[in-house]
């Protein structure tokens, strides 16, 4: 018998978008945003109920917790719940990632950490546009920091929609290179992309990701960051 699940029992759900379709416009247009959230986020959000339905011990788990403790799900649903929680956790990341007030740079500790680690604002930029461009196939890019006390800044790209604290680093800032992201408008030219999305970054949520990083080397913290955060 298939179970179904009607949307009040359904553990997970598509967040709201933080802004309209069209706020980020000419940036990102409207079209590719009532796509990519509204139907690629939201078929994240339903493969992951679906792989779960038979397995009500697994509703209580948040999505991040699924994607970091893959080895202790049955086999049978590993690799769906491993594409279909990172798809969730990583663009609810990216829909805050970005705001119809942004661009400009971050000030604060994280433009000091920033300016330390990359020698200045614009090689970091630099080096998140060719982590981006040279990625293949599909996957993010990511500015992170390390887990371990007093981690440093890194850029890095996950492939297909691994999340970095997969790979022990705290995501602050993410875009995504799938071509779902960009190929209405930018078509094949991924750079291009790229580069024209700094207009649209949300520094202030990078800037709280990463006071709220501080916490992070402490498991049993009651602030350590995936404890409470569902993304
Ligand atoms: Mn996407």
Redesign the pocket.
């Known amino acids: 018998m298939i179970e179904v699940l009607t949307p009040v029992e359904q553990k997970h759900h598509l967040p709201a978008l933080p802004y309209p379709h069209a706020a980020l416009e000419p940036y990102i247009d409207a079209r590719t945003m009532q796509l990519?959230h509204g139907e690629?986020?939201a078929r994240y959000v339903a493969e992951l109920n679906g792989a779960l339905a038979p397995f009500p011990d697994l509703r209580s788990k948040s999505a991040l917790w699924l994607l970091l403790n893959l080895r202790k799900l049955p086999a049978e649903i590993r690799v769906a719940v491993h594409a279909s929680a990172g798809?969730h956790v990583?663009?609810g990341l990216?829909w805050q990632a970005m705001s119809p007030t942004g661009g400009g740079v971050p000030l604060g500790p994280l433009g000091d950490a920033i300016a330390r680690d990359f020698g200045s604002f614009n090689q970091f930029k630099a080096r998140f546009d060719e982590a981006g461009a040279g990625l293949r196939g599909s996957g993010w890019v990511w500015l992170a920091r390390a887990l371990e006390k007093g981690g440093g800044l890194e850029v890095l790209t996950t492939q297909g929609h691994d999340h970095p604290l997969m790979h022990g680093r705290f995501p602050l800032l993410v875009n995504?290179l799938?071509e779902?992201?960009y190929y209405l408008k930018h078509e094949n030219r991924r750079s291009e992309y790229l580069a024209g999305w700094w207009p649209v970054v949300n520094w202030p949520e990078a800037a709280r990701r990463y006071e709220r990083s501080e916490h992070s080397t402490d498991e049993k913290s009651p602030r350590f960051p995936w404890t409470k955060q569902p993304f």
Do not use: K, P, Y
């Open positions: 990519h690629h986020h798809g990583n663009h990216l995504d799938w779902h992201a």
